[in-house]
């Protein structure tokens, strides 16, 4: 298994069943920033730069019909012992014998002359090569992008994404600017995305073209979906749930607060409210149980137990509780030690409580037990 830029030991549920998942695996191969709890479990590791070190892409789009896309050059040089994800997406495939290098002179020697020169080279190499279709990224970034300025690279590929667009929505494209014949708007496109500093209008829609896009045979919105009208029909004759003696708290495991985030963020230095990753009880539970905000008390669910801090919220109704999202990951400290902020949700969630649909197991909601911890 090839792993990148995730943490599946810590951000997917039922952790303790995923390490043990992991561990069975011949090889595991893990690409990111940091030695997560993921690439402390793997094989080999592949050091990938920060966003900040690297091209990198915004894919953000909150002004329909406008479309914008931002291309970002590196603020800073790659720490020495770093490549970027194309680069090393390149050697990995070389590597597998998946692409004959002598197979890409012809674009070598188009791209030498020119973009122009280049598309009518690469289209017809496409052509005549279908099955490299797959690992047209990676022709991309061998042969067209040593030819990019200021080391963009690993932009190559957005050349094909902006050629192929242009192809597919020429009505958008041109609205947007791009203009011309041929290969033109897809080259106007690709070079306003690479000098683009602050982001491309790379399209303009019109509304009508949304309802176009809809892949229904009638183009229309299916809202009956029958599998679930028949769970409704059966609604009636559900019986009423029982309350869990063990396990009477339903534990929203992964609340978003203002200061939570993906675990890229590992120094919690950057958290200036709820460092410890409180868990949050009602003021009737917690005075029930005889909890206090800052105290600790003892969180149990079917996979685990574990000891946390408390916060008394009057956010929350009686029986329900919930843990922040991101937390329970490890720091390096100044002394070589590694300090624990918080607790992983996903050390409590269980496989098993699953959606009956989806099969996405259920994290909002965790039957749970609630105990304090004396003082």
């Not at 106007?188 to 309802?211: C, Q, T």
């Amino acid at each position: 298994m090839i792993v990148e830029a995730a943490n599946p030991a810590h951000s997917l549920a039922d952790s303790p069943k995923m390490r043990e998942a992991l561990a069975s695996l011949d090889t595991l191969v893990v690409i990111d920033v940091a030695l997560t709890e993921t690439a402390r479990l793997a094989h080999y590791v592949l050091p990938a730069p920060t966003q900040y070190e690297k091209w990198e892409a915004t894919f953000f789009n909150f002004e329909f019909p406008r479309n914008y896309f931002h291309l970002r050059k590196p603020l800073f040089a790659a720490p020495e012992g770093t490549l970027p994800e194309p680069e090393i997406h390149a050697r990995l495939v070389e590597a597998l014998g998946a692409l004959d290098p002598a197979l890409l002179e012809p674009l070598h020697a188009a791209a030498a002359k020119g973009r122009a020169a280049f598309a009518e080279a690469f289209f017809a190499f496409n052509a005549m090569n279908p099955s490299l279709q797959r690992l047209v990224p990676v022709v991309l970034h061998r042969t067209l992008g040593p030819t990019l300025p200021e080391g963009a690279a690993s932009a190559a590929a957005l050349w094909g994404a902006a050629h192929l667009f242009a192809m597919a929505n020429p009505d958008s494209v041109r609205r947007a600017g791009f203009t011309g014949e041929g290969f033109e708007p897809g080259e106007k496109l690709f070079d306003a995305i690479l000098n683009g500093r602050s982001g491309v209008v790379f399209s303009i829609d019109d509304y009508e073209d949304s309802w176009k896009r809809l892949a229904t045979a009638d183009g229309k919105i299916q809202l009956v979906v029958p599998e679930l009208m028949q769970e409704l029909d059966k609604l009636d004759e559900l019986p009423s749930a029982a309350p869990d003696r063990d396990f009477p708290f339903v534990l929203a495991a992964g609340e978003r607060r203002a200061f939570t985030a993906n675990t890229i963020f590992r120094d919690p230095a950057w958290r200036k409210e709820d460092a410890a990753g409180a868990l949050r009880v009602s003021p009737a539970d917690a005075e029930r149980l005889g909890l206090v905000t800052g105290g600790r008390a003892r969180l149990t669910t079917r996979r685990a137990s574990v000891e946390v801090a408390v916060e008394v919220s009057d956010t929350l109704q009686p029986g329900h509780i919930t843990l922040p999202n991101g937390l329970g990951i490890d720091f390096p400290r100044g002394d070589g030690d590694r300090a624990l902020a918080g607790v992983a949700p996903n050390e409590l969630t269980v496989a098993e409580d699953r959606d009956p649909f989806a099969g996405t197991p259920w994290h909002k909601r965790v039957p749970a037990r609630l105990e304090a911890v004396p003082g």
